[in-house]
């Protein structure tokens, strides 16, 4: 009696492949005669990768729905193997990922060439000081990168033409070397690194003397990064495709751009906040007055009610830092100082001792009142 394969992976006839492969995966890890110890676990096992090694190929699929029957003895090794699977890795106890084995073959063919991986560039990292002004408007940096970029002279290729570039004939282009081995549970293949192309699938010939058969280039660039309104120290700014170049084609990485705010002389932050202490002298506090104080954008004028105490907190809406999110404004805080003169000409004596005198009575008026 013919096996049924779909019955054994517990999918229906119409299945598509994303659902052999993801009932394929479960059932692997759940029978494997390592993780399971029950008796026939092992035959389970040999059934679950003969049924996917059927389903899995376009062509077997077909005969075998046609037919009842497929040639299993190639490519994955039918039942005596799942052929390009080495689940060494996880009979160890380490994570393993089916998932890349089975697309191997379901995906792209057991004996088909895989070709040069591309890889992607590093990405880079860039620390930028701006001053407390600059982080108040939206600017633009212009910036020197040291990085690998892609060789001019050979365009990334390695070779100093095209003819150079040869595919790997250990690997034949895979980038990967099998080795087969018969286990207990049948037969059994590792995939390791090419050993001559370094994984790349292929070989140069004769290599680009500008970049030494690297395909890659060490080259400061100049690049124009916008800081925007509202930055501060920790800002993280990330400019795409300014990072390394890549290999074989790959992307380039991404260049991140972390903000520093310098301290200011004057002013202190607290988020869009600012905070700035400002003198006033003793008439000024006592008589009222219109003074300047500074911003981050000039200078701007403030009231001084008569009768201000040192320490009074002022506040000035708008005169802030933008948020660096798009809304709203912060504000300034002004804190007045009175300032005591510590020398004083005859005249202005005479004139604070007349004036304590007034003082005085008022005092004791008010101290009289307490005690009595």
Request: hydrophobic content about 30%.
């Amino acid at each position: 009696m013919a096996k049924d394969y779909y019955e054994t992976l517990g999918v229906s006839k119409n299945a598509s492949k994303e659902e052999i492969k993801s009932a394929y995966k479960k059932l692997a890890k759940k029978h494997h005669p390592d993780v399971n110890k029950d008796h026939g676990s092992s035959e389970k096992f040999k059934e679950i990768n003969e049924a996917a090694s059927v389903l899995g190929d376009d062509q077997k699929r077909a005969s075998y729905d046609q037919f009842g029957t497929a040639d299993v003895s190639g490519g994955f090794g039918g039942a005596e193997g799942f052929g390009g699977s080495d689940f060494s890795d996880f009979m160890g106890g380490t994570e393993f990922d089916f998932g890349d084995i089975f697309d191997q073959f379901f995906g792209h063919g057991g004996g088909r060439r895989r070709g040069s991986r591309q890889r992607s560039g590093s990405d880079l990292r860039y620390d930028l000081e701006v001053s407390l002004e600059e982080a108040a408007d939206t600017i633009v940096k212009t910036i020197n990168i040291p990085r690998l970029a892609t060789c001019s002279k050979c365009g990334g290729s390695g070779a100093q033409s095209s003819s150079g570039v040869k595919v790997c004939d250990t690997c034949d282009g895979s980038g990967v070397e099998t080795t087969t081995r018969r286990t207990p549970f049948g037969l059994f293949q590792q995939t390791t690194t090419c050993s001559k192309c370094r994984g790349e699938g292929k070989t140069i010939k004769d290599p680009c003397p500008a970049c030494d058969g690297s395909g890659r280039v060490h080259k400061t660039q100049k690049i124009e990064v916008e800081i925007p309104a509202g930055v501060e120290t920790g800002t993280k700014l990330r400019v795409r495709g300014e990072g390394e170049a890549g290999l074989q084609g790959g992307q380039p990485g991404d260049l991140y751009v972390v903000i520093h705010v310098k301290e200011h002389d004057i002013f202190s932050r607290d988020n869009d906040d600012i905070y700035v202490d400002v003198p006033i002298s003793f008439s000024q506090a006592c008589l009222g007055a219109d003074i300047e104080v500074p911003t981050l954008k000039g200078k701007a004028e403030l009231k001084i009610p008569q009768g201000t105490q040192t320490g009074t907190l002022f506040k000035m809406k708008g005169k802030g830092l933008p948020s660096l999110h798009g809304y709203g404004q912060g504000s300034e805080f002004v804190k007045v100082i009175v300032q005591v003169p510590d020398k004083l000409s005859k005249k202005q004596k005479e004139l604070l001792k007349e004036f304590d005198s007034e003082s005085s009575s008022e005092k004791k008026g008010f101290i009289k009142r307490i005690f009595e």
